[in-house]
């Protein structure tokens, strides 16, 4: 069974230019969040979708949005970029509902460079 | 403001070696406790997941426990390999909350 799939792999864009990542679940995981990784921290919460509601949202402005299709994989884009959104973007996947605890899974990441 | 803290930042040992990386939270209303570990520039693999009910968990050479009332979670990695190298990070979840609170990481180095 395949495990969270993320496309593209790496990506470079130019500051004010808008990217869209990907991410599909793993088979039956209905949640999907989101987190930011700089080079050296930890990752950092963005987003939290559950059957294609918003179910949590991290401290990032407004120019970063995602949705959830009805085939639960996910989208995630940032508007209007700047040289700090440079990253590696992880996408994780559980069969999570909120007040239960479950197992996240994490994909390979999207390497976002902001030149 | 839940703030999840690992010590030692980085650690290197010869291979054979027992060791303990340390991680502890400021908030003990925890759901569960997450270890994973990273390659470098790769993605996370999720190695033990302790709930909040439970003291500790095991897979193979790894074994993790959990202190909710002091704020406190080890991974201890029994007889140390050169393919342990990696980062290692522990993440937990709050109640009311839906998201993954992530320390800085410990980074191994296990060298032959």
């Known amino acids: 069974d395949a495990g969270v799939t993320q496309s593209p792999t790496h990506l470079i864009k130019t500051r004010g230019q808008h990217v869209t990542l990907r991410c599909s679940p793993i088979?039956?995981?209905?949640?999907v969040s989101w987190y930011q990784q700089v080079l050296g921290q930890g990752p950092q919460f963005i987003f939290q979708y559950y059957e294609k509601e918003e179910r949590g949202r991290g401290n990032f402005p407004d120019r970063f949005s995602a949705r959830q299709f009805p085939n639960y994989s996910s989208e995630l884009n940032v508007n209007a970029l700047l040289l700090g959104d440079s990253a590696l973007y992880l996408c994780?996947?559980?069969?999570?509902?909120?007040?239960?605890?479950?197992?996240?899974?994490f994909g390979p990441g999207t390497r976002l460079t902001v030149t | 403001k839940q703030e999840v803290t690992q010590i030692p930042a980085a650690l290197s040992v010869p291979e054979g070696e027992n060791l303990v990386l340390n991680c502890s939270f400021t908030?003990?209303?925890?759901?569960?406790l997450q270890w994973f570990r990273q390659d470098p520039g790769k993605g996370l693999t999720s190695l033990l997941l302790i709930q909040s009910s439970q003291r500790e968990q095991t897979s193979g050479r790894l074994n993790a426990s959990l202190d909710k009332s002091s704020g406190r979670s080890t991974l201890y990695i029994a007889a140390s390999q050169p393919g342990d190298s990696a980062t290692y990070l522990c993440?937990?979840?709050?109640?009311?909350?839906?998201?993954?609170?992530f320390g800085t990481g410990t980074r191994l180095q296990v060298f032959p």
């Open positions: 993440a937990v979840e709050s109640y009311n909350t839906d998201k993954l609170i």
């Open positions: 994780a996947s559980s069969d999570h509902t909120s007040g239960t605890s479950y197992e996240q899974y």
């Open positions: 908030d003990s209303a925890i759901y569960n």
């Open positions: 088979s039956g995981h209905k949640s």
